[in-house]
C-alpha cells in the first residue's frame, strides 16, 4: 500500500534551518508529482510548494519563496523540503502528499515544526 | 494566495443530508474543477473525491461532489457520527500557478 512517511520536524530558533524528509513507498515514486501542504496549530491547510515527477519543475506558494526548497530523489524514493530563514508563522505540521489530477490522495501523517527562540 | 472560500461551520442531524460549497473563480474551481478532502482532528487529510468528481476506491458512495460554474459543491447523505469533520476543498490556480485550498467546514452531526 501507498505509504508516505515525513521526518526532521524540530524545534528551531526563528532565522535558522531545518530540511524535511519524506519517503515513500508502495507506489512507482518516479511517476508521480509531490507536494508539501502545511497547517498551522488550529488552522486550515496550506499548499507551499510541489515538484514533477523529473524534479525539473517546482513551484512555490509566495510565503515561502526564495526560503524553501523542494527536491527529490527518484532513486530513494525520497522527497525533501529544504527551509531556510523560518519564521515563528512557519510553524506548523507539514505533510508530504502524493499528487494525482490536480488533488493530493495520499498523504503522509506530518511532522511538527516548531520555530520559537 | 487567494484561497476558496469555504463556509466555517455546518451543522445536521443524523442520517440527514448536508451539502457543503466552495467558491473560487474561473481561474481555479471555474476552470479546473476542485477536490475534496476530510480530516478528523489528529489525522492528515483524507481525498475523498477529485476535481472530475471520481470518489478514490474505498470512499462511500454517500459522499458525492459536483461544480456549476466557480462553486463545487460535496454532498454527504445519510449523515453519521463519523462524518463529523472537517472538510476542505482544493484547486489548481491556473493564474497564480499555486494550489489553493478553502479554509474548511467543520461538519457537525446533531
Known amino acids: 500500500q501507498v505509504l508516505l512517511v515525513e521526518s526532521g520536524g524540530d524545534l528551531v530558533e526563528p532565522g535558522g534551518s531545518l530540511r524535511l524528509s519524506c519517503a515513500a513507498s508502495?507506489?512507482?515514486?518516479?511517476?508521480?508529482?509531490m507536494s508539501w501542504v502545511r497547517q498551522a496549530p488550529g488552522k486550515g491547510l496550506e499548499w507551499i510548494s510541489d515538484?514533477?515527477?523529473?524534479?525539473?519543475?517546482?513551484r512555490y506558494a509566495d510565503s515561502v519563496k526564495g526560503r524553501f526548497t523542494i527536491s527529490r530523489d527518484n532513486a530513494k524514493n525520497s522527497l525533501h523540503l529544504h527551509m531556510n530563514s523560518l519564521r515563528a508563522d512557519d510553524t506548523a505540521v507539514y505533510y508530504c502528499?502524493?499528487?494525482?489530477?490536480?488533488?493530493?490522495?495520499?498523504w503522509g501523517q506530518g511532522t511538527l515544526v516548531t520555530v520559537a527562540s | 494566495q487567494a484561497g476558496l472560500t469555504q463556509p466555517p461551520s455546518v451543522s445536521k442531524g443524523l442520517r440527514q443530508t448536508a451539502t457543503l460549497t466552495c467558491t473560487g473563480n474561473?481561474?481555479?474551481?471555474?476552470?479546473?474543477?476542485a477536490a475534496w478532502l476530510q480530516q478528523h482532528q489528529g489525522h492528515p487529510p483524507k481525498l475523498l473525491s477529485d476535481?472530475?468528481?471520481n470518489r478514490p476506491s474505498g470512499i462511500s458512495e454517500r459522499f458525492s461532489a459536483s461544480r456549476s460554474g466557480n462553486t463545487a459543491s460535496l454532498t454527504i447523505t445519510g449523515l453519521q457520527p463519523e462524518d463529523e469533520a472537517d472538510y476542505y476543498c482544493?484547486?489548481?490556480?491556473?493564474?497564480?500557478?499555486?494550489?489553493?485550498f478553502g479554509g474548511g467546514t467543520k461538519l457537525t452531526v446533531l
Open positions: 482544493s484547486a489548481w490556480d491556473g493564474s497564480l500557478s499555486a494550489q489553493v
Open positions: 474561473s481561474s481555479n474551481v471555474g476552470n479546473q474543477g
Open positions: 515538484i514533477n515527477s523529473s524534479g525539473t519543475l517546482m
Open positions: 476535481r472530475n468528481n
Open positions: 508502495g507506489f512507482t515514486f518516479s511517476n508521480y508529482y
Open positions: 502528499a502524493r499528487k494525482v489530477e490536480s488533488a493530493t490522495d495520499y
